[in-house]
């Protein structure tokens, strides 16, 4: 049987781990040992987690920065990656979704989802592979359902995820093209508790919490944060490419 991969003292960049998915999968890795660079805006947040990595017993480095700079989000991971003395995975968590339809959507919604789930996913990566080992390393990107099906009025989110798709697929196949081992997954999850899904249903506009118009039990964070943990410990040889997870009741 081939020997899974250990967590303790791997270089972990984490995007978007102020809040929800990002988080739990930052404070996951913390537990497993991992040393760990945190990128979002919210300062305070930031600190909060990397607080609770550090008590966890492993390093936890908070950088915040506007991924929607690029030129910011370069520098913030060469610094994350010279502070941790180089990169063995990267998270992209960072992510933003709107009610914005393609019929009648606001131009600055759609531009937010873009800038922060493709192009300062595809900037990240770019930089972080940069500080990779000549071994190889992995990449995760926190996809989404809307990645492979389009919800209604949830069309613009929709194609920045499927970007998210394309994106992670082409990286594996110029990698590997290059003779670069290096791993590149993605999670596709439906609904997950978290700040997104508050913001997801406040621009399609009404008072209903996320929980009354869902009206059944959401993903919780953790729950994805073991599965980051299952991809990045399979065997060296084995690559987990996507999973997707629903909450049981989600019919699509
Ligand atoms: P969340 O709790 O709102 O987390 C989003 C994270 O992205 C936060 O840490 C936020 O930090 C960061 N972020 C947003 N804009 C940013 C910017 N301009 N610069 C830097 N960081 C930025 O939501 P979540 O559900 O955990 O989302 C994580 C990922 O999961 C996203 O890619 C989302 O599309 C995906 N997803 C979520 C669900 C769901 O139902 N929740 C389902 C499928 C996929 P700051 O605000 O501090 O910057």
Redesign the pocket.
């Known amino acids: 049987m081939s020997e899974s991969t250990s967590l303790q003292g791997k270089r972990v960049l984490v ?9 739990a999968i930052a404070l996951a890795l913390g537990e497993k040992g991992a040393e760990i660079a945190i ?4 300062e305070d ?1 930031l600190r909060d987690v990397s607080e609770k990595i550090i008590e966890s017993g492993s390093k936890g480095i908070s950088v915040p ?4 700079d690029s030129g910011a989000a370069q520098d913030a991971v060469n610094f994350a990656a010279s502070a941790l003395g180089g990169l063995d995975i990267l998270i992209n ?5 709107r009610q914005a339809g393609l019929s009648d959507g606001k131009i600055e919604d759609w531009r937010t989802m873009l800038d ?2 493709v192009f ?1 996913l595809a900037v990240v990566t770019r930089e972080a592979l940069t500080h990779f080992p000549d071994q190889g390393g992995h990449v995760v990107n ?5 990645g492979h099906r389009v919800p209604g009025k949830g069309g613009f989110y929709a194609a920045t ?1 499927f970007a998210v798709r394309a994106m992670t697929e082409g990286l594996r196949q110029e990698l590997r093209a290059a003779g670069n081992q290096t791993r590149v997954c993605s999670i596709s ?4 508790d ?4 508050d ?1 997801y249903f406040a621009t399609s506009g009404g008072d209903e919490s996320k929980y009354d118009k869902i009206g059944y039990p959401l993903l919780q ?1 953790e729950e994805i944060a073991d599965l980051v943990i299952h991809q990045l410990t399979m065997p060296p040889t084995a690559e987990v490419t996507d999973i997707l997870v629903r909450p049981t009741a989600q019919a699509t």
């Open positions: 995007t978007g781990a102020s809040s929800g998915i990002g988080r990128l979002a805006r919210r947040r920065v506007d991924l929607s968590a960072a992510g933003v979704a922060v789930n300062a926190i996809s989404s359902m809307s995820k999850p439906g609904f997950v978290t700040e997104l899904l913001e964070p």
